[in-house]
């Protein structure tokens, strides 16, 4: 028995990406000018990226463009994801958690993870395995410090058992309780039903580099029962009492007028997104994601949304219904696209294609409530 997905909800995810031409500051200003437009209406949240020592992401401080953010929006949800947990002091994150979500009014949300580059942990001296150590010690102590607001230190991994530190109380708690939404992207299908289990949000798949829309129903559905069983249990860690968890997936997305004009728009930009994007690759000599990209054909393959509003429409209508995904989180600025471009598709997308998506949904039969 198959569980029919929830409510859509449409979100953006971002790099902030390096943008040829614009300086730092510059690439900052434009990105708060898109989110300022979002937040009037149609999405419901914001996905911020992390990575180190790339152009791919010029925001290695999710938490300090997230607080610029909660204060030139106020209705939009704002989503680091990912926190890299291996990468910080767990009170120093949990204290950051606290402030953003104090400065957002309660409308943070948080994604945690291990890294998806070991080249961007190494800048830090952290191997995979040690990651994977440390996220799993460092995890519990910073959602036991949400829920209570006591933040007790857990053991230092790999180093002898000593005497434990003093409890530290927490005077910036988060507004919500017993914490913010807790998100988990990942490409690996061996951890969703882990995921589900514990009641992550999850973001399966990355883009370009997304499994098939077949793969994704499957893992939808393993996620679903994982979850049931254990809500059954009463053994779900990390959902929010009363609350469905998300399953998703991520799209670059560009709306135009027409296709022939989504697709001159996007031939070049994507090529400097790409280039962005496999930068640390191929400065390793990896292989991994960096040969040429044809974007005619992901986006043929509906991997990547570009063309017209019924064209768009189309093709996230497909994802939503063959993924059975409840959640679409949109690119729309990345690589060379300039602001007006970006600010017109946005728009394009909230005022065409997400009417047009919820009205073939709907008639579909596929929109469920969000109760657990």
């Keep these: 028995m198959t569980e029919a997905p929830g409510d859509i909800e449409f979100g953006l995810f971002d790099w902030v990406d390096a943008r040829p031409g614009r300086s730092v500051a510059e690439v900052y200003d434009d990105r708060l000018r898109v989110l300022a437009e979002a937040d009037r209406g149609g999405f419901s949240t914001y996905h911020l990226a992390e990575h180190h020592g790339t152009p791919l992401g010029l925001a290695p401080s999710p938490a300090v463009f997230l607080a610029a953010a909660a204060r030139v929006t106020s209705r939009i949800r704002l989503a680091a994801t990912t926190f890299i947990v291996p990468l910080y002091d767990p009170l120093r994150l949990v204290q950051e958690i606290g402030m953003l979500d104090q400065l ?42 949400l829920e209570t607001g006591v933040f007790r ?45 514990e009641g992550f949000d999850v973001l399966f798949g990355f883009a370009f580099v997304s499994p098939p829309l ?55 930009a994507f090529a400097d997104h790409h280039a962005s994007f496999t930068h640390l690759w191929r400065r390793a000599g990896s292989e991994r994601h960096s040969g ?16 017209s509003p019924e064209t768009v429409a189309a093709r996230v209508a497909e994802a939503v219904t063959v993924g059975e995904v409840d959640h679409l989180a949109g690119a729309f600025a990345w690589g060379s ?15 065409e294609v997400v009417p047009a998506v919820r009205a073939s949904v709907g008639a579909a039969g596929l929109v ?3 109760s657990a």
């Design 104 to 145: 957002s009014h309660g409308r943070l949300e948080v994604g945690v993870g291990k890294g998806s580059s070991p080249i961007e942990a190494a800048m830090y001296g952290v191997d995979r395995p040690r990651a994977a150590e440390v996220f799993e010690a460092h995890l519990p102590a910073v959602v036991e410090a």
């Design 153 to 197: 230190r857990p053991p230092a991994v790999g180093a002898p058992s000593g005497p434990a530190a003093e409890p530290v109380e927490l005077h910036v708690p988060p507004v919500q309780r017993p914490h913010p939404p807790l998100w988990y992207p990942t490409s690996n299908p061996d951890s969703i039903p882990r995921l589900g289990a």
């Design 214 to 268: 077949d793969v994704v129903r499957e893992q939808s559905r393993v996620f679903r029962a994982r979850h049931r069983e254990a809500l059954a249990r009463g053994a779900v860690r990390y959902g929010l009492p009363g609350r469905r968890p998300r399953f998703g997936m991520m799209r670059h997305v560009l709306v135009a007028r027409t296709d022939e004009e989504a697709l001159a728009l996007a031939r070049p």
């Design 292 to 307: 040429p990209a044809d974007l005619d054909r992901l986006v043929a393959e509906g991997r990547v949304f570009v063309g």
């Design 337 to 351: 696209l300039d602001l007006a471009a970006v600010l017109e598709s946005l728009r394009l997308f909230r005022d």
């Design 368 to 370: 469920a409530g969000r």
